[in-house]
C-alpha cells in the first residue's frame, strides 16, 4: 500500500533567481511543486520578473541589490504579504534565512560575501558562482567545511567530476579533465578574432548562458576560471587539472585513475540537468530532459586548447600554477574587462591584453600568505578594478 505521509519539502533560497541559473532553477521547483517551499530570492535590476517569481513561488522574502528599485519591488508585491527590502544588506538577510538548501547564483564576485553568508545558515550549498571560489577558494572551503554544509557544484563540468568521484578514493584519482565546447570562435583564426563583435560572442553554439559567462566561454576564461574552481571543490594539485575541447558538449568531465580508468559523465548541454542534480541531491530527480542517443549523436570530437589564439586560458593556467593570490586579480580583471566588452568599450582582443597587464603590475605586490582572510581578498579585488579602469582609460 502506497505511503500516505506528506513529503517534507525541501527549504530553498535561490540568490540570483531572475538570472538563467536562478530561473532554470525555478523551472525544475515548478515541476516539483511538493518537494520545496521558496523562502527566499533576490534579484539586481530585473524588478519585473523578481515579483512575478516571488509571487508565482510565493517566497516569503525578496531582496534586491539596486537601492533605487526599492519602491518599485515594493508596489509590485503591494497587497501579496510577501516582505520586501534592497541593498547590500538585505541580499545579505536573503542569504541568512535558514533553509535546507541555497542556491548561489549571483554573477561575479558580487556573490561572495552573499554566498560566504549562506554558508551560515543552510544546510546544503547548490554552487553556481564559480567567481566567489576563484577569488576566495581557501577561504570558502574552509568556511563550508567549518559550518558542515553540503557543498553540491552547479557548474555542469564540476557537478559531472563530483558525480564520478562518488564513492572513489582521493588517492586514486590521477587527472580531472574538464570538457569545453570552445565557443563560438573555437575555429576562427588570430586575425579573424580581432574583429569579431558583442553579439557574436553572445551567441553560444551549445548552452544558453547569462552575459558574463557567455563572454568568458567564447575567450575561453570561463574553462581557466574553472581549473581554477576544480582546484579548491575537489583539492586537487594543479598538474591533476586539465582541460579538453569537446565541441558537443556532451561529456562534461572525466576523471582519470591510477590503474588506467576513466569515469565520464554524459548529458545533453542542458543546465537543468547538474542544477536538478544538486536540487536533489544525494538523490536524483526527474527533468524534462532526455537522455543522450549515442546512435543520432554518431560521434564525439576531441583536440586540446589552444592557448595561443585565447590568452585567457593561458592566464588563468598560470594562475593555477602559481598558487599565489593572483586569482581575485585574474578574477577581477576579467569582470572589468569583459563589462566594458558588453558596453562596446574595448575589443574582444583587449580582454586578455587588459587581464595580462594588470597581472602584471599587481603581481609583485602580493603576499604569498597562506591563510588571506577576507579582507586581503576584497581589498586585492578592489585595487585590481582600480587599476583595470585606469587601463581602459589609458590604453583602450
Ligand atoms: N548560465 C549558466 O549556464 C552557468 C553555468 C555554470 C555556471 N554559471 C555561473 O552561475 C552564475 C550565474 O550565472 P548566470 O548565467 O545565471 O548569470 P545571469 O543570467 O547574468 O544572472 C545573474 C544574477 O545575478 C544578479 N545580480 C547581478 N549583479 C548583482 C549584484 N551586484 N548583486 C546581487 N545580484 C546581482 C542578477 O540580477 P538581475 O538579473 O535582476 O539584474 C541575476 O539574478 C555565474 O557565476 C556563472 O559563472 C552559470
Redesign the pocket.
Known amino acids: 500500500m502506497a505511503s500516505t505521509t506528506p513529503i517534507k519539502p525541501k527549504y530553498i533560497t535561490i ?10 532553477t525555478l523551472d525544475l521547483i515548478s515541476r516539483n511543486r511538493e518537494k520545496f517551499s521558496v523562502i527566499a530570492m ?6 519585473d ?2 515579483a512575478k517569481q516571488a509571487i508565482e513561488f510565493n517566497a516569503k522574502f525578496v531582496a ?3 537601492t533605487d528599485q526599492y519602491q518599485n519591488l515594493k508596489n509590485a508585491l503591494s497587497g501579496t504579504g510577501i516582505e520586501c527590502a534592497a541593498g ?1 544588506e538585505a ?1 545579505l538577510e536573503a542569504a541568512t534565512r535558514p533553509v535546507d538548501l541555497t542556491m ?5 564576485v ?2 561572495l560575501k ?1 554566498t560566504l553568508k549562506a554558508l551560515e545558515s543552510c544546510k546544503t550549498l547548490a554552487l ?5 571560489l576563484v577569488s576566495a577558494g581557501q577561504i570558502f572551503m574552509k568556511k563550508a567545511r567549518k559550518f558542515g554544509v553540503n557543498l553540491i557544484p ?3 563540468e564540476h557537478s559531472a567530476a563530483f558525480q564520478c568521484l562518488n564513492g572513489q578514493d582521493q588517492n586514486t584519482i590521477s587527472k580531472l579533465t574538464l570538457t569545453a565546447s570552445g565557443g563560438p570562435f573555437r575555429t576562427l583564426t588570430s586575425d579573424q578574432l580581432s574583429t569579431v563583435t558583442r553579439d557574436q560572442a553572445l551567441k553560444h553554439p551549445n ?8 563572454i ?1 566561454s567564447a575567450t575561453m576564461m ?1 574553462k581557466g ?1 574553472e581549473l581554477i574552481e576544480a582546484r579548491y571543490l575537489f583539492d586537487l594539485k594543479a598538474e591533476q587539472i586539465d582541460m579538453v575541447i569537446h565541441p558537443q558538449s556532451i561529456i562534461h568531465c572525466l576523471v582519470s585513475f591510477m590503474d588506467g580508468s576513466m569515469i565520464a559523465q554524459l548529458s545533453e548541454p542542458d ?1 537543468r540537468i ?1 542544477i536538478a542534480y544538486s536540487l536533489s541531491w544525494p538523490e536524483r530527480m526527474e527533468t524534462p530532459i532526455a537522455a543522450v542517443n549515442l546512435a543520432d549523436l554518431g560521434q564525439m570530437t576531441f583536440e586540446p586548447g589552444d592557448e595561443t589564439r585565447f590568452p585567457c586560458l593561458r592566464l588563468a593556467r598560470e594562475v593555477l600554477e602559481n598558487d599565489d593570490q593572483s586569482a581575485p586579480v585574474l578574477n577581477a580583471a576579467n569582470e572589468i574587462a569583459v563589462d566594458a566588452f558588453l558596453k562596446d568599450r574595448c575589443s574582444f582582443r583587449d580582454i586578455p591584453q587588459l587581464i595580462e597587464s594588470v597581472l602584471e603590475k599587481m603581481r609583485p605586490g602580493l603576499s604569498r600568505s597562506a591563510n588571506p582572510d577576507l579582507n586581503d581578498i576584497l581589498d586585492i579585488d578592489a585595487q585590481t578594478r582600480q587599476i583595470s579602469l585606469e587601463y581602459l582609460k589609458q590604453a583602450v
Do not use: F, R, Y
Not at 553556481?128 to 566567489?132: I, P
Open positions: 540568490l540570483g533567481s531572475t538570472g538563467t541559473i536562478g530561473q532554470n533576490t534579484g539586481n535590476h530585473n524588478i520578473l523578481l534586491t541589490a539596486a547590500e541580499i548561489a547564483a549571483i554573477v561575479g558580487a556573490g552573499p553556481a558562482n564559480k567567481e566567489c552547479v557548474d555542469s548552452w544558453e548562458m547569462g552575459a558574463k559567462i557567455s568568458d570561463n576560471l543546465m547538474p
